[in-house]
């Protein structure tokens, strides 16, 4: 059964800071997909991941997969109060059926 | 068209009752799931429709679960005498199968609260 953990579980930081949220997961997979979820929201799409080595950037975030490690990270640059949200990474393993299998969500609260 | 829409938005019912969400995927989009996610919990696959044929049900769907989409646009999932356990959020998304991936794309949810 296909695992997918994520750490840290809570994480308060302070604005201009650096951090780095980690995923890992169980089972082979080249499809790693990160999702943001405001409180009482749905999911928004971030990034999609695809091979390994695989680096997506969008403003202050940045997503990075290592497959042989089972290893996704996203790294968060100079953090503002509008990233805080609840980050949640997401694993398919299926081609032709791509179902995700979530971690628990890293819940990141940016302090002034 | 804006997205994936879910309706109703909430949903309280007592124990025992039967309660339909409603999921309006992207107009072109193939493919639909349904999630559930519990407080402070990520979503957990339920089922999956490409066109109309549900082609996987998780073990988490028990037999008071079912979801359809007749015709290959909206689907309906239908929790039947109801338990507190349902309690959840429901989440549909839908996607365009390209050549070996895909984005699922969330709607609102459907907020069920069971008394």
């Known amino acids: 059964e296909l695992k997918v953990e994520q750490n840290p579980l809570f994480l308060s930081m302070q604005e201009g800071k650096n951090y780095t949220i980690y995923c890992n997961y169980s089972?082979?997979?080249?499809?790693l997909y990160w999702y943001r979820q405001d409180p009482g929201k749905s999911l928004e799409s971030l990034f999609v991941?695809?091979?390994?080595?695989a680096v997506k950037q969008e403003g202050r975030l940045m997503a990075s997969l290592d497959t042989k490690a089972r290893l996704s990270t996203l790294h968060i640059t100079a953090a503002v109060h509008d990233l805080s949200a609840t980050y949640f990474c997401a694993v398919d393993i299926n081609f032709g059926n791509e179902k995700l299998t979530f971690g628990t969500g890293t819940r990141l609260t940016i302090i002034p | 068209d804006t997205g994936v829409s879910q309706n109703p938005r909430h949903k309280i019912t007592k124990r025992g009752q039967n309660v339909t969400f409603r999921c309006d995927p992207i107009s072109e989009h193939n493919r639909l799931y349904w999630y559930r996610q519990t407080l402070g919990q990520g979503p957990e696959f339920l089922t999956y429709?490409?066109?109309?044929?549900?082609?996987?049900k998780s073990r988490l769907l028990s037999d008071r679960f079912s979801a359809e989409r007749p015709k290959g646009s909206f689907s309906t999932l239908e929790i039947q005498r109801t338990e507190q356990g349902d309690s959840a959020m429901y989440l549909c998304a839908s996607s365009y199968m390209r050549d070996s991936w895909e984005t699922q794309y969330f709607g609102p949810g459907t907020r069920l609260l069971v008394l």
């Open positions: 429709f490409q066109n109309e044929a549900q082609l996987e």
């Open positions: 991941l695809l091979s390994n080595g």
């Open positions: 089972t082979t997979s080249d499809r």
